[in-house]
């Protein structure tokens, strides 16, 4: 749909308009969709054609007595003018047109289309013309294609509709601001600054209005009431007078919050039940429209018993519109209340800021600070990652919502995130509208509730560490700059605690290394032997058993000897990394000692295990076979499940060792279990 200013049709006449660079363009676009040249005529003179038909060009430049152009063409839609009727013709040339006339405000103009040819025999008689008078070649450039004379009687009837409805919608257009005008000159911001030292006599107005629209009707005018929590009537007019001044709403009533989140009114059409009183379930129609106070619904315009057509839904609902924007300056009396809430904030954030001090361990850091950071915002979803610098990709490292769509651990690529934009960009981002910001623009997902939401830099010394987001506010309106100004001092404080955390991580990794393989990488049996030991007591908690797993490799040590001790350790390195990527999140992959290697399968009973056992055989013979053409290698697995097989740790390591001997001296390359 074009959008052309309604002060083009007052101000000039339907020549003017259709001229002017809206339409010229959109005309333009149109003759490109269609593939016919079109021109706009009035009294006898061109204002517009989008491009010359080099046909027509080269006929004309011609001066054909028998061909006549372009004066015949002109003569047929000149007659045009005369008949409400589309014209489909040929003119002495072959080439095919059309052309109807239009009509505003007492004047008309035509529009015309030409095109190529119908068929080829038009073009044959063409080009014999053009023989015949010893004119220069048809380009061999030009796309030759044949349009039927129906198909182009088609083309005028869709280009007519076309042109009519979208001066049919100027038209309602100009009638639709022309009463809204009306109404505002009764409205004025004078008028409205006078009647605003006085409530009651403020509503009466508004109502008077409201009369003046759409004449005599019920209609009542209903005020917020903080401490009841309910939407009162101020004044009301018409026949339902009396029992409209009864009438009470609570704050909770699915539509008041339907207008609250649609911010846009609602009526008898699309609520089944807005009234539940006796009285008013006889009532035809009602409309209900939000006036709002910042974020809240301040007051609510309603009519009864009238049904409204769109253009007095429009009408209204700009009205609304105006008196809300008026409304806004009442709203400087809450400012007191606003300021109070700021300073209650800041001795929320002191007292947090105090309490994350003394905490070093990162998990528990980061979620204390998502937690504050929703409470401190009033919101429900929030996040907060940490940049991996070798992949440059994002981690989640903590991270609070009602689903599981985020999880903590989660890795996200820089580029593809929001987050990362942010990164990118060095500064935090306050989006009102996911759909509508050009920072971001993008579809809004189904698992957030609102379109707005916060990212903020977390900057340690300078250097950018992460983001911390924030979405969802629990009344579901958009965040502010207050928002984002305090969600940044806060998690500049805090700042300071996360530093701290993650160097206490660092030295927790140094602790790491005295439980890992210096060799593989995997964890080695001082870890091994921990975990065992936490296996039996969560089987003493919860009963769900679990299975413990031995490899060996068989003929290692002659192929150590035969290759040598460093293509030994490279095989060895080969299999803890076939390990850990073959077996499960939840299993525990462990180096025994020389070409041994365990693991633990949590809360797996023995099929399980036999199962899980059997893939990883599997993953591990192929590798072999790839890898060492040269002296194949096999594996014995030896399985025991807790408590079926043992009682403690030692015996389950000895049941386990068992297995894998008999798997050994039965020839080896299988798996045995108990």
């Known amino acids: 749909m074009l959008n052309i200013s309604i002060t083009i049709m007052i101000t000039k006449t339907l020549s003017q308009f259709l001229s002017s660079k809206e339409w010229t363009d959109y005309l333009t676009v149109l003759s490109k969709t269609i593939n016919f040249n079109l021109y706009v005529c009035g009294d006898n003179e061109e204002l517009f054609f989008t491009k010359e038909n080099p046909f027509c060009k080269l006929i004309e430049s011609a001066k054909i007595d028998s061909v006549r152009c372009p004066d015949s063409c002109k003569k047929i839609m000149a007659e045009s003018l005369q008949t409400e009727e589309i014209s489909v013709f040929k003119c002495d040339a072959g080439i095919i047109n059309f052309a109807f006339s239009i ?120 005020v917020f009431n903080s401490d009841s929590l309910t939407y009162n009537n101020s004044y009301s007019i018409g026949k339902l007078k009396d029992a409209l001044a009864e009438l009470r709403l609570n704050a909770g009533n699915p539509f008041i919050q339907e207008m609250y989140h649609t911010k846009s009114y609602i009526s008898s059409v699309n609520a089944e039940k807005l009234i539940p009183e006796t009285s008013f379930k006889e009532v035809a129609n009602f409309y209900f429209f939000p006036i709002f106070f910042g974020d809240t619904i301040g007051k609510i315009i309603g009519i009864f018993d009238r049904l409204l057509s769109k253009e007095d839904l429009k009408i209204m609902s700009a009205f609304r519109d105006y008196l809300q924007l008026h409304s806004e300056n009442q709203n400087l009396r809450f400012s007191a209340k606003k300021f109070k809430e700021a300073d209650e904030r800041l001795a929320y954030f002191a007292d947090f800021s105090n309490s994350i001090i003394s905490v070093l361990n990162k998990e528990k850091l980061f979620n204390v600070l998502i937690e504050k950071s929703l409470q401190l915002l009033n919101a429900e979803k929030a996040s907060l990652m940490l940049l991996d610098k070798e992949t440059s990709e994002l981690v989640v490292e903590a991270q609070k919502s009602p689903d599981e769509a985020v999880q903590e651990r989660m890795r996200l690529k820089k ?147 035969t290759f040598g001790h460093i293509t030994g350790d490279r095989l060895i390195k080969a299999l803890a990394i076939i390990m850990e990527k073959s077996l499960r999140n939840v299993d525990i992959a462990a180096r025994f000692g020389g070409d041994e290697f365990v693991a633990i399968f949590p809360q797996t009973a023995k099929p399980d295990a036999i199962h899980i056992t059997n893939r990883l055989k599997e993953k591990i013979d192929k590798a072999l076979q790839q890898e060492l053409l040269e002296m194949p290698l096999t594996v014995s697995m030896g399985l025991a499940t807790y408590p079926d097989d043992a009682s403690s740790v030692g015996e389950l390591l000895e049941k386990t060792d068992q297995a894998l001997y008999l798997a050994k001296r039965g020839g080896g390359n299988k798996v045995v279990y108990l």
């Open 103 to 222: 009509e505003r405000f007492g004047e008309k103009v035509y529009i015309g289309g030409r095109e190529g040819f119908a068929s080829y025999e038009d073009l044959h008689k063409y080009l014999k013309l053009v023989k015949a008078n010893n004119l220069s070649p048809v380009p061999s450039a030009i796309a030759l294609h044949f349009t039927g004379e129906d198909h182009a009687k088609t083309i005028a009837q869709y280009v007519f509709l076309t042109i009519n409805r979208l001066l049919l919608n100027y038209d309602e257009r100009y009638r639709l601001e022309e009463k809204f005008f009306r109404v505002m000159s009764l409205f004025d911001s004078d008028t409205f600054k006078t009647l605003s030292r006085n409530p009651e006599l403020l509503h009466r107005y508004i109502l008077d209005t409201v009369e003046f629209i759409f004449g005599n009707t019920s209609a009542t005018l209903m």
């Open 415 to 561: 580029e593809e995130s929001i987050a990362g934009i942010v990164l990118d960009r060095g500064e935090p981002l306050l989006v009102n509208d996911i759909e509508k910001d050009p920072r971001v623009k993008r579809e809004n997902r189904p698992r957030y509730k609102t379109k707005s939401f916060i990212t903020i830099l977390i900057r340690i010394d300078d250097r950018v560490t992460g983001v911390l987001n924030v979405s969802d506010k629990i009344k579901g309106d958009a965040f502010t700059e207050e928002d984002l100004k305090l969600l940044q001092s806060f998690v500049n404080n805090a700042a300071i605690a996360i530093e701290r955390s993650l160097l206490y991580r660092q030295s927790e990794e140094l602790k790491q290394l005295s439980i890992t393989d210096p060799l593989t990488g995997i964890y080695n049996r001082r870890y091994l032997n921990t975990r065992l030991t936490e296996e039996i007591t969560r089987y003493n908690r919860y009963k769900h058993p679990f299975s413990f797993m031995m490899l060996d490799l068989d003929k290692f040590k002659e192929y150590n000897d």
